[in-house]
């Protein structure tokens, strides 16, 4: 079950990497044909770059941050040749399709070689392995014997010497020549377990043989039902790869309408901007109306401003004929007429400081006039 789930794993991801690719093939051949131009080939296995291309990828990614600071970056041509490299510091998704193929190794060896190298002993532990060796030389040889009595830190021995009260018939320690003869005898018993274990080992053996021989033909069989497996896992493989095949088609007729639908959004697009462009056409005419607007309430204040000008005229007028009376009067009247003349004279001046003050505002309209026919100038311009 493991493995077949691991099969249809793969195949799912292959089936992924295969889309992925065929998608991105067709997006670089929509981004050619409508942004990119054909470059030229300057050695075999570059691809072809445009000058699109290399303003979007190898001015991020084409050349370090060092070589973009450089006195000569910019001057050779040959920057479009290199813009396939992919680096660190590329675009995002040029980045994750490098990610997405690759692929880590499984089920590394890793193995140590090398030689072990000796502990250096100190001289007291030198010492202490040449004491055990002599120990173990002389136990072996029968001249050291263990006694029965053990110490609580550890076991005690004797050294045997060749006296007369060890060669007596009252001595209970063994000699070294018995001691030889029970070692030869239990040599023997070992020999005897040992071949009594390797019978049963070849029994063992020959039992494992049979069993292997049985094992081989299982295999045999095993091997033709894999086969068997295989032809039916071809013919799987081969009915996906035929649905794979009727849901690409099904995929390219829904690319079509999309593409449609992209031709009709841009269209759509065309005309919002068309739409914007009459708005802002209608604000101006706006605006144009507002001081067109502006322009009359100004003629109006210069037409009053000009009957203005005729009332002056003719209060000049009066004050001339107000004058030749006055001479007239002083002629028949001193008295009177200096009185008359002395009231007269002041609202007379009252007169002329209000004619100052409206001669003083003619002015500013007259200013005001200039501005906004210059206005007018620079918005008919």
Not at 177 to 183: D, S
Not at 302 to 327: A, I
Request: with cysteine; glycine share 8%.
């Amino acid at each position: 079950m493991k493995e077949k789930e691991k099969e249809k794993d793969k195949m799912e991801k292959e089936i992924m990497k295969k889309t992925n690719k065929e998608m991105e093939k067709e997006e670089k051949k929509q981004h050619i044909e409508n942004n990119c131009r054909p470059g030229q080939k300057w050695f075999k296995g570059a691809p072809t770059t445009t000058s699109s291309a290399f303003a979007s990828t190898v001015a991020a990614a084409g050349s370090s941050a060092r070589s973009v600071d450089s006195s000569d970056s910019g001057i050779y041509e040959l920057d479009d040749d290199y813009s396939f490299v992919i680096t660190e510091n590329s675009p995002s998704e040029l980045i994750r399709r490098v990610e997405m193929d690759f692929t880590p190794v499984e089920n590394l060896d890793l193995t140590v070689t090398g030689k072990q190298c000796p502990r250096l002993l100190s001289g007291y532990q030198k010492a202490r392995q040449e004491e055990q060796a002599i120990l173990e030389s002389l136990r072996e040889e029968g001249f050291i014997a263990t006694s029965r009595q053990k110490s609580g830190g550890g076991v005690a021995f004797e050294i045997v010497e060749a006296t007369p009260v060890t060669e007596s018939a009252t001595s209970v320690k063994i000699k070294p020549k018995e001691r030889k003869l029970v070692k030869e005898e239990e040599e023997e018993r070992k020999l005897l377990k040992e071949g009594e274990e390797e019978r049963k080992l070849l029994k063992e053996g020959e039992e494992e043989r049979k069993l292997l021989k049985e094992g081989e033909e299982e295999r045999k069989l095993l091997k033709e039902g894999e086969e068997e497996r295989k032809l039916l896992k071809e013919g799987e493989e081969e009915r996906k790869l035929l649905k794979e095949g009727e849901e690409e088609r099904k995929l390219g007729k829904e690319g079509e309408e999309e593409r449609k639908l992209l031709k009709e959004g841009e269209e759509e697009r065309k005309l919002l901007k068309e739409g914007k462009e009459e708005r802002k056409l209608l604000k101006e005419g706006k605006e144009e109306r507002k001081l067109l607007k502006e322009g009359e309430e100004e003629r109006k204040l210069l037409k009053e401003g000009e009957e203005e000008r005729k009332l002056l005229k003719e209060g000049e007028e009066e004050r001339k004929l107000l004058k030749e009376g006055e001479e007239e009067r002083k002629l028949g009247k001193e008295g009177e007429e200096e009185r008359k003349l002395g009231k007269e004279g002041e609202e007379e001046r009252k007169l002329g400081e209000r004619e100052r003050e409206r001669e003083r505002e003619r002015e500013r309209e007259r200013e005001r006039e200039r501005v906004n026919g210059e206005r007018r100038m620079r918005v008919e311009g």
